[in-house]
């Protein structure tokens, strides 16, 4: 049998993931984020993440202008963060409603507070590979905290289990 889109959707699901919000700055102050989990690790030297962004996204403009983003990765209490910037119709004051806090790095970059860590990350490279668009970034700065992940699999969130750590 011919492999589908449904298909590979579920083989994908089987891979379990954490969960992230990439976070870029927009004009006047705002913050532009988004859920993936389409975040990996590439190279130590350099250090070096990459994203892949739909092409449909918003975030897809914002990164080939701003060529800097956030990674954000989520522990287990920010489940709700991560359900709000998977909606379309998220934006800044939404976020602020919600009582989103940030914090700013060095360069500018945006990220979400009491996260379990965060990579501000500088494009330096992109590539188009289907529907979506792989962002390489160069890692500028990184936070380390503590908690434990939200992890996503089958299509829900999970959690660890209590003996896994």
Known sequence: MSPTPEMFRRAMGRFATGVT????????GGVHGMTANAVTSVSLDPLLILVCIDHRAHTLALLHQRKQFGVNILTEEQEALSR???RPDRDHQG?????VRYR????GTPMLEDCLAWLDCRVVAT???GDHTIFIGQV?????????PLLFYGGQYRRLDVEAQ
Request: glycine residues 10%; charged residues 30%; hydrophobic residues 35%.
């Open 21 to 28: 919000v990439i976070t870029i700055p927009e004009d006047e």
């Open 95 to 99: 976020a602020l409603r919600l009582g």
């Open 140 to 148: 500028e700065e990184i936070f380390i905290g503590e908690g434990r």
């Open 104 to 107: 700013y790095t060095q360069r």
């Open 127 to 129: 590539h188009e590979a």
């Open 84 to 86: 709000y910037y998977a």
